[in-house]
């Protein structure tokens, strides 16, 4: 029997490839008969830059740049082996993971150390670059990124905006000093969610909680995001607030996609299409996916979701494993997937994360045993 274990990142926890290789040691103990195929995928969130590592050839590029608040911490992007791409992770130098949420001050986390990262792959001639937009820490519209490139971005009072958060106070930008006005770079987004820019399932409503933003400033918020959209829509003639999966990085993909000319995809089916995915399934297949948390956001095409959705026309047998599950969306994940299964079912974060590798192994064994009868009794 044909096994393909393909999960997401376990967000806190593990990687992708790190969250395979525990489900697929568990499945082979369950039943050393197993035939396990290794194929971890991403969806733009933090952990995609892993899934290139697993799959490609590459060389890594390491600098010291800024986090959201500010602090030099050190950054990683890769190369592939073509020399001409660059795999750029929003969340490597403005991720939740670089701070703690319970200090991440929102009026002034910026995404500017992305945007050095973005700088320093121009620098070295690469022609063109991949941003995968997930786990950012950030709601400043991607103005941190575009400050870095080269955008000025001025206050009511016609004062340059050279630190914090832009999308706070801004008044107008101006882009003669954009980088991209010298260099022809061809830009690729990969968005895990299909969330707009503004509304109930935009960027602040949906996301902003995560990211310890109060609820009583997310008004505040989405008024900022609409003053840069209404300013960039009318310098670009542009429609930011259209645009399916904007809402990602805080709004950096609705603005980041109009001033970089950027194409914007779906991460995991990109990822899927990149690899090959479905030249992989044999006749009768089982897929074993899963993520930290399967949930809403989940059902809003994170990997697991569109995996489900990829290799429909296949037939696969399809179990996902969350580290938790949100058991009030129950019935809509069993509408993607034939077994849902947690990891934990404890209601304290702490003890989830903490004890996360043998969880998720006990519960991939257990999974394994009845793929095992399941065999046995057909």
Same mark, same amino acid.
């Given at each position: $029997?044909?096994?393909?274990?393909? !999960?997401?990142?376990?967000?806190?926890?593990?990687? &992708?490839?790190?969250?395979?290789? *525990?489900?697929?040691?568990?499945?082979?103990?369950?039943?050393?008969?197993?035939?396990?195929?290794?194929?971890?995928? %991403?969806?733009?969130?933090?952990?995609? $830059?892993?899934?290139?590592?697993?799959?490609?050839?590459?060389?890594?590029?390491?600098?010291?740049?800024?986090?959201?608040?500010? =602090?030099?911490?050190?950054?990683? +992007?890769?190369?592939?082996?073509?020399?001409?791409? %660059?795999?750029? /992770?929003?969340?490597?130098?403005?991720?939740?993971?670089?701070?703690?949420?319970?200090?991440?001050?929102?009026?002034? &986390?910026?995404?500017?150390?992305?945007?050095?990262? *973005?700088?320093?792959?121009?620098?070295?001639?690469?022609?063109?670059?991949?941003?995968?937009?997930?786990?950012?820490?950030?709601?400043?519209?991607?103005?941190?990124?575009?400050?870095?490139?080269?955008?000025?971005?001025?206050? &009511?009072?016609?004062?340059?905006?050279?630190?914090?958060? !832009?999308?706070?106070?801004?008044?107008?930008?101006?882009?003669?000093?954009?980088?991209?006005?010298?260099?022809?770079?061809?830009?690729?987004?990969?968005?895990?969610?299909? =969330?707009?820019?503004?509304?109930?399932?935009?960027?602040?409503?949906?996301?902003?909680? @995560?990211?310890?933003?109060? /609820?009583?400033?997310?008004?505040?918020?989405?008024?900022?995001?609409?003053?840069?959209?209404?300013?960039?829509?009318?310098?670009?003639?542009?429609?930011?607030?259209?645009?399916?999966?904007?809402?990602? %990085?805080?709004?950096?993909?609705? #603005?980041?996609?109009?001033?970089?000319?950027?194409?914007?995809?779906?991460?995991?089916?990109?990822?899927?299409?990149?690899?090959?995915?479905?030249?992989?399934?044999?006749?009768?297949?089982?897929?074993?996916?899963?993520?930290?948390?399967?949930? &809403?956001?989940?059902?809003?095409?994170?990997? !697991?979701?569109?995996?489900?959705?990829?290799?429909?026309?296949?037939?696969? #047998?399809?179990?996902?494993?969350?580290?938790?599950?949100? +058991?009030?969306?129950?019935?809509?994940?069993?509408?993607? #997937?034939?077994?849902?299964?947690?990891?934990?079912?404890? @209601?304290?974060?702490?003890?989830?994360?903490?004890? %996360?590798?043998?969880?998720?192994?006990?519960?991939?064994?257990?999974?394994?045993?009845?793929?095992?009868?399941?065999?046995?009794?057909?």
């Amino acid at each position: $029997m044909d096994i393909l274990v393909s !999960p997401n990142s376990f967000k806190g926890t593990f990687s &992708s490839v790190e969250a395979s290789n *525990i489900i697929a040691k568990a499945l082979k103990d369950a039943d050393s008969e197993f035939n396990i195929k290794k194929l971890p995928i %991403a969806d733009g969130g933090d952990g995609t $830059m892993d899934v290139f590592k697993y799959y490609f050839d590459y060389k890594s590029v390491k600098r010291k740049y800024k986090n959201p608040l500010g =602090n030099l911490v050190e950054t990683e +992007y890769i190369i592939l082996d073509d020399n001409n791409t %660059a795999i750029i /992770e929003f969340a490597n130098a403005s991720g939740l993971n670089l701070i703690d949420n319970n200090q991440n001050d929102l009026m002034k &986390s910026s995404s500017y150390g992305t945007g050095q990262q *973005i700088k320093s792959a121009i620098k070295k001639g690469i022609k063109n670059i991949l941003l995968c937009l997930g786990g950012s820490a950030t709601i400043d519209g991607g103005t941190g990124i575009l400050r870095a490139l080269g955008v000025k971005f001025y206050n &009511s009072s016609s004062n340059e905006i050279t630190k914090g958060n !832009p999308l706070m106070s801004i008044n107008k930008f101006d882009v003669s000093s954009f980088i991209l006005n010298r260099k022809e770079i061809n830009f690729t987004l990969l968005s895990d969610v299909t =969330n707009p820019l503004i509304g109930t399932n935009g960027s602040v409503r949906t996301f902003g909680r @995560q990211k310890g933003l109060k /609820e009583n400033d997310f008004s505040l918020f989405e008024k900022n995001l609409d003053n840069f959209s209404v300013l960039t829509d009318k310098y670009f003639n542009s429609k930011t607030k259209s645009i399916v999966g904007g809402g990602a %990085a805080g709004g950096a993909c609705s #603005f980041l996609k109009v001033f970089f000319n950027a194409n914007l995809n779906n991460g995991a089916d990109y990822i899927l299409d990149k690899i090959k995915y479905n030249s992989k399934i044999l006749n009768k297949s089982i897929i074993v996916t899963g993520e930290g948390s399967l949930d &809403s956001q989940t059902l809003y095409g994170k990997a !697991p979701f569109t995996l489900a959705n990829y290799t429909k026309e296949k037939n696969p #047998f399809f179990i996902a494993i969350g580290g938790i599950v949100d +058991y009030y969306n129950i019935k809509k994940l069993l509408k993607n #997937f034939d077994l849902v299964f947690a990891a934990c079912e404890s @209601q304290k974060k702490d003890y989830c994360i903490r004890n %996360a590798k043998s969880l998720l192994y006990n519960v991939s064994f257990k999974v394994g045993k009845i793929i095992s009868y399941k065999l046995r009794i057909n």
